[in-house]
């Protein structure tokens, strides 16, 4: 007898799987799609070759002057012998340790708030913000405890960037913080005093207010007492930028109910008691990405400091561009410029992403 | 594109007036010799007038000026504190005190010199605005260029003159205009106009930035005039009058055919009297200037004469090439003439 067996499964058809099989159903699948792969290829193939010969294939690596380039491609000789200017502007070469360290010392010393499982958390962080700044001013700007002055007149590149946009950072959210509850709050001078402030600087482009308090508040100080330039313009920014957080919280304090700050007076806590352990801790969370939209938008607006004649990463590189030595190479130095911006505001954007995933508690939909 | 014309900084000016009353005569040197430096306004970034090099050293004509005065007030040109400012902050930084001197690539126009509360102590530079051109289009005078297209930066006194010049010789153009002089440089390069139209000096620098720079020449009209000095605040005669001579001394260090390479011998063995007045060799000049007897010869022996000090930073001897032309010595066909020091 014999026992009817079935034949095994025929393997599916080489078109219909793998590389082949997922580009008819993705790319060709209809003659439309067919015509606007093919476009998009020619395209990419229009734009990328070009691109690619121009930076990297027929570009000029290594040299120390302008002849050392062919001038076919890229002079990247300019980026690594302006290098680094780029990074620390006029602060002194053998002084630029001190930078390095203050960036290794941030680096180093937030690490542990990285970690999931740290004991004590919350009191390390509050002991580094308030520790590190006074360790970062003494690194960079010196002039006790055994360091030597370096004026502000002399930073500079990138670390001026950083330094501006950490200030604007560390000094606007708690400012911004303290605004958006102080706009709702119940007493009324308290309520007119920030919604005033708000929208006072929400309403003033921020390159005007930089200009203002280079070229109008000189005027009307004393002569011979000048503020110094950076500190001016990180005061601005921080100004600015609490504005645009304080709305920004004010969303996440009205995405709060009711039922939650009713059950925090419920169980007994005060004003600010329910603020901080309660309300905060769920709104703030539900802000996250207005807070470093907004923080990204910081770091690229401190490159608005060239108004006021501070020299920022891109001022540098603007600065060394015209150098007759090196005459022509502006392209050179702001793709550079792009691709430092780029890296920050991605990195900037993938932690905001890794915070939102891990203090996710379920209100996801 | 020098002149950017700002409202906002005649007001400045104005407010300031009103608010500190004028500088008081001498103060500026005590102030100066007191803390131990000249603190100098130059441009953030202009080839060949005020620029960085890959060390973070300034140089050009403009510092140059700052470092001449440093040497003559001290001895010692590395006694000076740079500013960058940008143009429109250049005239607040002087009112306020923030800055000794201006030397920035400023033009000396009346209105600046009698409402803004400052004075031109001379002209380092006499500039102009020229045109620079692809040789193909085979024109060798701006009043060929009737039909042009023409690349102009926006905002500047520029494009008036332009137009003022191109309706006096009953021409027409077509104006593009830019934001930066780089995007105008690639605009030249690329066809997108003919004539490019900026402060000849700055052509200069804007023919390196193409990719074939001896395809382009700049041609010989200059259609205004812009003389580019330092500038000291108004009231301070003191200074101002070392600021002037320091320039006055080194354009006459030129003509006596005094060098940075001569000027010790020349201090000590001369026969013509006109060098051993400058010199201080013969007389008290440097005295009443309130400056040190060796004065010009500190001057010199630093920083340089005034045909030095050209050819470093934008003549023969930089990578500018330009020619001294307007800016030769008057006995040489140019217009820098300093009175004697006598």
Known sequence: MTTHTFKPDLPPPTISIGALGWLRANLFSSWLNTLLTLLGLYLVWLVVPPVLEWAIFKADWIGDSRSDCSREGACWVFVQVRFGQFMYGFYPTELRWRVDAAAWLAIIGAAPLLLRQMPHKLRYGLGYLAVYPLLAYWLLHGGFLGLQTVPTSQWGGLMLTVVIAAVGIAGALPLGILLALGRRSDMPAIRVLCVTFIEFWRGVPLITVLFMSSVMLPLFLPEGMNLDKLLRAMLMVVFFEAAYIAEVVRGGLQAIPKGQYEAAAAMGLGYWRSTLLVILPQALKLVIPGIVNTFIALFKDTSLVIIIGLFDFLNSIKRATADPAWLGMSTEGYVFAALVYWMFCFSMSRYSMRLERRLDTGHKR | ?342
């Open chain 2, 1 to 342: 594109m020098i002149r950017v014309k700002s409202t906002l900084a005649v007001l400045s000016a104005a407010t300031m007036l009103g608010l500190s009353g004028l500088a008081q005569a001498g103060a500026t040197l005590d102030a100066v010799q007191k803390k131990g430096f000249v603190q100098c306004g130059i441009s953030d970034g202009l080839p060949g007038f005020s620029f960085a090099d890959a060390k973070g050293q300034y140089l050009g004509i403009d510092v140059d000026v700052c470092r001449a005065v440093a040497a003559a007030v001290f001895g010692d040109a590395s006694k000076v504190k740079y500013s960058p400012l940008t143009a429109k902050e250049r005239f607040t930084a002087l009112q306020s005190g923030e800055v000794d001197m201006l030397s920035r690539n400023t033009t000396w126009t009346s209105s600046r010199d009698a409402a803004m509360g400052l004075n031109f102590t001379g002209v380092t530079y006499y500039d102009g605005q020229g045109f620079l051109v692809n040789k193909e289009l085979g024109v060798s005078s701006a009043k060929e260029l009737d039909g042009a297209t023409v690349c102009i930066q926006a905002g500047t006194t520029t494009e008036l003159n332009l137009s003022d010049y191109f309706r006096a010789n009953n021409l027409k153009y077509t104006p593009i205009t830019y934001d930066t002089s780089d995007e105008s440089a690639k605009s030249l390069e690329s066809g997108r106009c003919d004539v490019l139209t900026s402060d000849q000096s700055q052509l200069y620098a804007q023919r390196i930035k193409l990719a074939k720079p001896d395809d382009y020449v700049v041609l010989p009209e200059v259609i205004s005039k812009e003389p580019l000095g330092p500038a000291v605040r108004q009231g301070d005669e003191e200074w101002f009058d070392i600021v002037r001579w320091t320039l006055f001394a080194m354009l006459n260090a030129e003509e006596l055919g005094v060098t940075s390479a001569n000027v010790e011998d020349m201090a000590k063995s001369t026969k013509n009297p006109d060098v051993a007045r400058l010199l201080g060799a013969e007389g008290e000049y440097g005295k009443d200037l309130k400056l040190p007897k060796d004065w010009a010869v500190q001057i010199v022996k630093q920083v340089g004469n005034y045909g030095e000090i050209f050819d470093r930073n934008v003549g023969a001897g930089s990578e500018l090439k330009i020619e001294r032309g307007l800016n030769a010595l008057w006995n040489d066909g140019g217009v820098q003439y300093a009175p004697p020091v006598r």
